[in-house]
């Protein structure tokens, strides 16, 4: 974990807390990170899958769609025009997973979709978006949304994840109506004196919250968290081996403008009005695929014995035919082995399909699998 990177770095309203707390630092997405604290990243692993890890997301790109004439109709048609997801449905407070495709039904990049409730803005939509993609998910936006829709990009917020078994009860200590907070849904209060939007939702496969604060409050609040014995500071590196575990697309290496939502596994995504209907970009391909199949898929894949299987590990079939790429590889300490996933040709996309492995110039062999390799224990009330 950690990327080549040209010019200065940009840093999050955490990094000096960071240092404090002993952090290993990388580049990634532009901006210096923690890969991993001082226990290292089998222990934080470890430690969000049985308690609580505190994660800095801040380098995520948050934003809102503003429409002028007050209308959530206007801003939810403007954005349904960008992406697959039934954003005309959401409920007050409701959030959603999406994709912004390309005219091709390639992903340009994957995001999270809020309808606010706090009053006086329940005609708004919040967006997070990845870190590397924001500058281009923003030029995207601003040059499809229609006249009376206003993208205000938020610079000023930082964004710290809460994930693992113990941090919804940890947080809801700070502010106990978190505790009901269902699934997929958020909600705007104070924690601990500290004005908060907060989404039951994470990047790990566990229970957990997303805290969107203003800059300057960040680090008061991650202080405050982090007092708690049930909490403790996670780097990128565990991020990584926690989402692969979940079977969660990382964006640029499992999707990308190459693959459509219906190749990556992502049709849940797609509501039913949106299917039948189309009417975003990439809408042609995207119906054509949900109708006929699409000619590869991601797939999970559990190689034999102890080696990983890297990105871009060649996958053949068991006869030695190259039927596909690695995208996502690596140990997952929760089940004690390795793990990949990537995309192979339809026909090798079966549970239990037998797989080689190019592995180092030898073949290994391995097998397809249902994800998530670690179950998910979201909550969803």
């Given at each position: ?12 309203p ?6 404090e ?5 990388v ?10 604290y001082p226990?290292g990243?089998?222990?934080e692993h ?19 769609l503003i ?11 403007a954005?349904e ?5 039934d ?13 912004f ?6 992903i340009?990049d994957?995001?999270?979709?809020t309808?606010?409730g ?15 993609c ?7 936006m601003?040059a499809h949304?229609p006249?009376?829709?206003?993208l205000k ?9 809460v994930?693992?078994?113990?941090a ?7 502010a ?6 269902k ?14 939007h ?23 609040l991650?202080?405050?968290?982090l ?18 575990e ?6 640029g290496?499992?999707?990308?403008t190459?693959?459509?939502?219906v ?6 995504s797609i ?7 189309g009417?975003f970009l990439?809408a042609?391909?995207?119906q ?9 898929l ?5 190689p ?21 790429t690695v ?7 929760t089940i004690?082995g390795?793990l ?6 339809r ?9 080689l492995?190019?592995?180092?110039g030898?073949?290994l062999?391995?097998k397809v ?5 670690a179950?998910?224990r979201?909550?969803?009330?």
């Amino acid at each position: 974990m950690g990327e080549p990177q040209d010019g200065p770095l940009l840093t999050t309203p955490l990094h000096a807390l960071h240092g404090e707390l002993g952090a290993k630092m990388v580049p990634f997405a532009g901006y210096d990170m923690p890969v991993q604290y001082p226990t290292g990243v089998l222990a934080e692993h470890n430690w969000t899958r049985t308690s609580a890890g505190l994660f800095d997301v801040s380098h995520m790109g948050q934003c809102f769609l503003i429409p002028e004439d007050g209308r959530y109709e206007t801003a939810a048609a403007a954005l349904e025009a960008l992406v697959p997801a039934d954003v005309m449905a959401l409920k007050l407070g409701q959030q959603r997973y999406s994709q912004f495709t390309n005219a091709e039904g390639g992903i340009l990049d994957d995001l999270m979709i809020t309808r606010l409730g706090h009053p006086g803005h329940e005609h708004w939509l919040y967006l997070v978006v990845n870190a590397a993609c924001k500058d281009a998910d923003y030029a995207h936006m601003r040059a499809h949304l229609p006249a009376g829709v206003t993208l205000k990009v938020a610079d000023d917020l930082a964004l710290i994840a809460v994930q693992g078994p113990e941090a919804v009860a940890a947080v809801a200590t700070l502010a106990p109506s978190l505790a009901g907070l269902k699934f997929m849904t958020s909600v705007d209060l104070a924690i601990d004196g500290i004005w908060a939007h907060v989404s039951r939702t994470g990047y790990t496969g566990e229970d957990g919250v997303e805290i969107s604060v203003k800059s300057g409050d960040a680090v008061a609040l991650t202080r405050k968290l982090l007092a708690d014995p049930r909490v403790k500071p996670i780097g990128l590196g565990a991020r990584d081996s926690l989402r692969l575990e979940a079977g969660l697309c990382l964006y640029g290496h499992d999707i990308d403008t190459t693959t459509s939502p219906v190749e990556a596994g992502l049709t849940w995504s797609i509501q039913k009005r949106r299917r039948a209907e189309g009417g975003f970009l990439g809408a042609a391909r995207i119906q054509k695929e949900l109708a006929e199949g699409a000619s590869r898929l991601r797939v999970g894949i559990l190689p034999d014995g102890r080696a990983p299987a890297r990105e871009g590990t060649v996958v053949k079939s068991a006869d030695g035919q190259p039927i596909g790429t690695v995208t996502s590889g690596g140990f997952g300490p929760t089940i004690n082995g390795p793990l990949a996933m990537g995309y192979v040709n339809r026909r090798f996309a079966e549970p239990g399909t037998p797989v080689l492995l190019e592995v180092r110039g030898k073949d290994l062999p391995g097998k397809v699998v249902t994800m998530p390799f670690a179950r998910h224990r979201y909550v969803r009330g």
